[in-house]
């Protein structure tokens, strides 16, 4: 029982169904991962583990598991990012604002977990209200990296992907707006899915018709991904863009997957974004492997030159509708970044606005045309590699430098504006050791599509098999 941390989700799930392990065990065994490693990672700053094991006994007091149910964790625990309400369970958004904030009621997305068999074992950390892509916050500091201490793991889902990575949990909640369930996946070699909009219900929002940032599984392999995201995914009230859940569950995808016949793929979107030297050589070199998979590999990209236009007004407007309040009330009290947001949004006019909308518009369009002949869309998941995690944000890449906290991830957020599904998976390491993630992008509500495709060359890549590890400090050996 001592390294159950170290099996899949999938794996754990069937020895839960089975009886061989029970929700109790799963608990402890993360529960003493979490004491183990989190010291030097601080991934999971707000572990609920006593709240844990009493939804494991009420879990074990029900009966057998629902026979047919491919979304049914049957009591398998799982982190869930700060940014979302667990009832009962300090949720403080990364903010000093909130940083004695315990609600009543967890969110639906929590509820839809729960109510099909998974235990949140704790709060994984994320930076305030999720702006940026270095998990740290005034509230419970930084979180590092497990391939390297001294590096970022990225954000803002950067504490559920680390603590995916050392095996403190088997699957992780995270959520995405420009690169924040993506960007930590590929800095600590986990895959994480930014599904279509809707597909992942969310109550209660401010914005309920927001398509910019969507709820997305995590986890160390495909397989798992889909796992999840079968157990995340339907309508409810509350959510008035919320997709039914699809007749056929997504890990069948993973199971019998289709192998694309025609792979685009471009080192940087067209020339819209630079990216380090040697993270464009390691993801060329991964993106020619899909001929393996008997796909026909051709440099291509739809255009996507106004999607940082789009990007800054929509996002822009996101914060003022969301935070302008909150932030207005406490000004002094919020890190500049926020602040910064909140100005530009009160910045724009209506013009800049309809236009924005209509250049999404014809966006959508493109790309959907662009999907008529290709079945995937491949690039780099990041611009660079983990980075130093005193450096805030990135300001320069291959001599471009760049006007603001956000455009160093152009290449993650320029998918954002599409609102295709898009999925990181590890495709190799620097010469340092860090990990380098690859995007994979799909066709309109093609996560079925996509998860097929990432599963496939999951397997050509023979990464997933090294999670979890041990944390690494400085000069740490491989």
Same mark, same amino acid.
Request: glycine share 10%; charged share 20%.
């Given at each position: ?227 999840? *995201?079968? +157990? ?5 009230? #509350?959510? /008035? =863009?919320?997709? &039914?859940?699809?007749? $056929?569950?997504?890990? !069948? ?60 007004? *929509?996002? +822009? ?5 969301? #935070?302008? /309040? =909150?932030?207005? &009330?406490?000004?002094? $009290?919020?890190?500049? !970044? ?72 152009? =290449?993650?957020? &320029? ?64």
């Amino acid at each position: 029982m001592s390294d159950l941390f170290r099996v899949s989700a999938r794996a754990a799930v069937d020895l839960l169904r089975t009886g061989e392990v029970s929700p109790l065990e799963m608990v402890d065994a993360a529960a003493a991962r979490i004491e183990a490693t989190d010291g030097a990672l601080n991934a999971l700053p707000t572990p609920c583990i006593e709240r844990a094991r009493d939804h494991a006994r009420r879990i074990m007091a029900g009966g057998p598991a629902p026979a047919g149910n491919a979304a049914w964790l049957a009591g398998l625990p799982l982190a869930v990012k700060d940014l979302n309400d667990v009832a009962g369970v300090r949720t403080t958004y990364g903010s000093p604002l909130f940083s004695d904030h315990v609600p009543e009621r967890s969110d639906v997305m929590v509820e839809t977990l729960e109510g099909n068999g998974a235990i949140v074992i704790g709060k994984s950390n994320t930076p305030e209200f999720g702006a940026g892509a270095n998990t740290f916050n005034d509230v419970f500091g930084q979180t590092r990296n497990p391939w390297n201490t001294a590096m970022t793991c990225g954000g803002s889902s950067g504490g559920s992907a680390v603590a995916l990575a050392v095996g403190q949990c088997w699957l992780a909640t995270g959520n995405d707006l420009g690169c924040s369930l993506r960007t930590p996946a590929a800095f600590c070699s986990v895959v994480a899915l930014r599904p279509s909009p809707g597909r992942v219900a969310r109550a209660p929002t401010r914005l309920p018709y927001d398509t910019l940032w969507v709820q997305g599984p995590m986890a160390r392999n495909v397989g798992d991904v889909a796992l999840m *995201l079968d +157990a995340m995914v339907g309508e409810h009230p #509350l959510d /008035p =863009i919320s997709i &039914a859940a699809p007749a $056929r569950p997504f890990v !069948e995808a993973v199971d019998d997957p289709a192998p694309p016949r025609r792979v685009a793929y471009t080192p940087d979107l067209g020339g819209l974004v630079p990216v380090a030297r040697e993270v464009a050589e390691i993801c060329a070199a991964a993106g020619e492997r899909f001929a393996e998979l008997g796909a026909t590999v051709e440099e291509a990209c739809p255009d996507l030159d106004d999607t940082p236009a789009i990007f800054h007004a *929509l996002r +822009a407007n996101l914060v003022v509708g969301d #935070l302008a /309040p =909150i932030v207005q &009330a406490h000004r002094d $009290r919020v890190k500049p !970044e926020i602040l910064w947001n909140l100005e530009q949004g009160l910045k724009l006019t209506a013009e800049t606005l309809g236009e924005a909308e209509r250049a999404r518009g014809r966006l959508y369009a493109r790309v959907a045309e662009f999907f008529q002949t290709y079945d995937l869309l491949v690039s780099p998941a990041t611009s660079v590699a983990p980075f130093d995690i005193d450096i805030r944000a990135i300001d320069e890449v291959e001599g471009h430098t760049f006007d603001n906290y956000f455009d160093w991830f152009t =290449i993650a957020y &320029a998918i954002t504006v599409t609102s295709l599904p898009a999925i990181s998976v590890p495709c190799g390491f620097t010469g340092d050791g860090l990990p380098v993630g690859l995007q994979l992008v799909g066709p309109p509500r093609g996560e079925a599509r996509l998860l097929a495709a990432a599963a496939l060359i999951e397997r050509v890549f023979g990464i997933a098999g090294q999670l979890p590890i041990e944390p690494r400090p400085p000069g740490g050996s491989l």
